[in-house]
């Protein structure tokens, strides 16, 4: 439609035109100053081209203020009202342009007064004669305001030039929608028609509307010469806060001319008027902006730029919807595209989405800087913010602290876990100490774990001489004091001597007085006279046993007598004593020492052939100055001769 043509002009609008005039085929517009209609002499106000008089005719009247603009509100330091007309106004026009078109006359005008921010644009077609009378107020102040509402009136005189009558018939139609005023002799009607029947009232005044609170009448069309308003309430207006609405103002050359004029323009003008195929909300519509026809009931949404095209009332920054506008516009919401993701929202970790927009890491749940091992990580244990790669590791918890994938047990890391925490590293402070370790001996540290002296290396449970022990071999373990002599050549018993050591100078080494039982101290130990060594090697007797044939004479007696210690029936207090055999040739031996020849007498069975009393031929294997030891291996054979003899007797 042709009157969305000046919201585009407004766009690219020329520099303000002073006391400017729009002039169409049908209608002529001259603006005061102030933004309204109307001069000081004739000619230069509101013309109409009536066919009732075939020529131009002045509607308004020449020095009277035929159009009007007035506001009132209430704030907390009360009440305001306010006008404007061509020789009266307190308003300030910071803007007024000719913003006309192809077809179309717009004359665009703005004001600063008190706490409003007023613009005004008029649209008029030029082979036409209805005007579009289009307010947008914003409060700026900071509080808001109440009981605002702002009127717009004329004083018509449209048969005042051919028939000097000022008076006009008067009346508002039965719906309240229309207020005209019908030149008397003319008949050209002028009036206004209501654009938001909730919000706007028409009618007629006796004198002149200068205020909205100012009472309208309905004359019924009675004579007078009386002005014709519109009056548009708004209630409160919020800080900040900017509305817009509007009126239809129409002349014709008859008043059915006239409200048929408005009742075909109520739609077009007043419902859509940026002609975007929507109405706006006082008509029933949809359309949030009716001065722009890009925004409607569904039209293209561009978020982010602060205006609801789509006019679906939702946040502009907020293109998800989730209640959060996008970071990227002073919002917290990291990802606007996503209705799941914002701050609060429930953050499912490890799925790569930041979805409570806390900015944190989506693989790193416990917060602590370091991504979960499950996702190319290094944080062993992701619930945990004490754990983590370089985090102090307390030893024996059983927590792998810094994710060193050690065990707890085993702070000195040589593998084995500590023995106070079921493991067998007797020092877990030092990795050079543990089972399997190379032992080095008499360093004083068990290296291995093994629970041995460090000073026993032969572990015969006896510490080093070396290192304050008494082992004088600590590499053998025969070798230590109290341990047996062997017949190895070494002192085994650590005594300072090995087994070829005599003590008591008796002929037998100690070693051997140890297999017989004799004593190694005492040269004779059975106290017979004869040394053990002599008994042993020489006279064959028992060292341990003093008459070893218990015939009653010691061993050494009986060497000293001259009879045989192994032979119980020679045995004489003295000398040979008794019989040699019971009888020597049926005879005794004389009663003394055999001093000279036996002859025929029977020793045992034997010629006793000798003299000086030596038995020659007696029974024994040996006599006792017979040839010494055989060794050894004879002297245990003989030991274990004489430990028989004793069994039997």
Not at 39 to 45: A, D, E
């Amino acid at each position: 439609m042709l009157h969305a043509l000046p919201l585009l002009a407004i766009l690219c609008s020329p520099s303000a035109q002073a006391g400017m005039t729009l002039s169409g085929t049908q209608t002529e517009i001259s603006y005061g100053d102030n933004g309204t209609w109307n001069w000081s002499s004739s000619g230069t106000g509101f013309r109409a081209n009536s066919s009732f008089y075939g020529d131009w005719v002045d509607v308004t009247f020449p020095g009277t203020p035929f159009n009007l603009v007035g506001y009132s509100y209430t704030n907390s330091s009360g009440t305001f009202a306010n006008y404007s007309y061509y020789y009266e106004s307190a308003w300030t026009v910071t803007t007024e342009e000719d913003l006309s078109g192809t077809g179309v006359m717009v004359s665009y005008y703005e004001w600063t007064i008190d706490d409003l921010a007023f613009s005004k644009t008029e649209t008029w077609f030029e082979d036409g004669q209805t005007v579009q009378i289009w307010f947008t107020i914003t409060n700026t102040s900071s509080e808001d305001m109440t009981d605002l509402a702002v009127v717009d009136a004329s004083d018509p005189d449209q048969d005042y030039d051919t028939y000097y009558d000022f008076s006009t018939l008067n009346d508002v139609r039965a719906d309240g929608h229309w207020a005209q005023a019908v030149g008397p002799t003319s008949g050209l009607t002028v009036g206004y028609g209501v654009c938001d029947p909730d919000h706007d009232t028409v009618g007629s005044n006796s004198s002149w509307s200068y205020y909205p609170t100012d009472p309208l009448t309905d004359y019924n069309g009675a004579a007078g010469d009386n002005s014709v308003a519109w009056v548009h309430s708004v209630g409160t207006l919020a800080a900040g806060e900017t509305t817009d609405f509007g009126t239809l103002f129409i002349w014709a050359d008859s008043d059915t001319a006239a409200q048929t004029a408005y009742d075909d323009g109520m739609a077009a003008w007043c419902c859509d008027v940026d002609a975007d195929g929507v109405e706006r909300p006082s008509c029933g519509g949809t359309d949030c902006d009716d001065l722009d026809p890009t925004i409607y009931t569904g039209a293209p949404e561009t978020w982010y730029d602060g205006i609801d095209q789509d006019c679906a009332g939702d946040d502009d920054y907020d293109a998800d919807a989730d209640g959060h506008d996008s970071s990227a516009y002073h919002g917290d919401d990291c990802n606007d595209a996503d209705a799941t993701v914002y701050p609060g929202a429930t953050d499912t970790w490890y799925d790569g989405i930041d979805s409570d927009c806390a900015g944190n890491n989506d693989y790193d749940a416990d917060g602590d800087g370091v991504n979960s091992s499950d996702y190319d990580g290094a944080d062993c244990n992701d619930a945990d913010p004490t754990i983590r790669p370089g985090a102090p590791d307390t030893w024996y918890d059983g927590v792998d602290s810094d994710c060193a994938g050690n065990s707890d047990y085993d702070a000195d890391g040589d593998g084995s876990d500590s023995v106070d925490y079921g493991g067998d590293d007797c020092n877990d402070a030092d990795a050079t100490i543990h089972p399997g370790a190379a032992d080095t001996w008499y360093d004083g540290i068990d290296s291995d774990c093994a629970g041995n002296s460090d000073y026993d290396a032969d572990a015969d449970g006896h510490d080093s001489v070396d290192y304050g022990g008494d082992d004088c071999d600590d590499s053998n373990a025969t070798v230590y004091p109290g341990a047996p002599e062997l017949p190895d050549g070494l002192d085994n018993d650590c005594n300072g001597h090995d087994e070829t050591y005599d003590r008591d100078k008796d002929g037998l080494t100690d070693i051997e007085e140890g297999v017989l039982g004799t004593d190694p101290t005492l040269a004779d130990t059975d106290g017979d006279g004869l040394s053990d060594g002599e008994e042993v090697h020489t006279t064959h007797t028992d060292p341990l046993l003093a008459d070893t044939d218990e015939g009653g004479v010691s061993d050494g007696d009986e060497i000293t007598n001259g009879t045989n210690p192994l032979d119980p029936s020679d045995d004489m207090s003295s000398g040979d004593g008794g019989a040699d055999g019971g009888a020597d040739g049926g005879s005794a031996d004389g009663g003394s020492a055999d001093g000279g020849t036996d002859t025929g007498a029977m020793d045992g069975g034997a010629t006793d052939t000798g003299t000086g009393g030596k038995d020659k031929g007696c029974g024994c294997a040996s006599s006792p100055g017979g040839p010494k030891g055989a060794g050894l291996a004879s002297f245990a054979l003989f030991g274990l001769a004489l430990l028989r003899r004793r069994k039997q007797r």
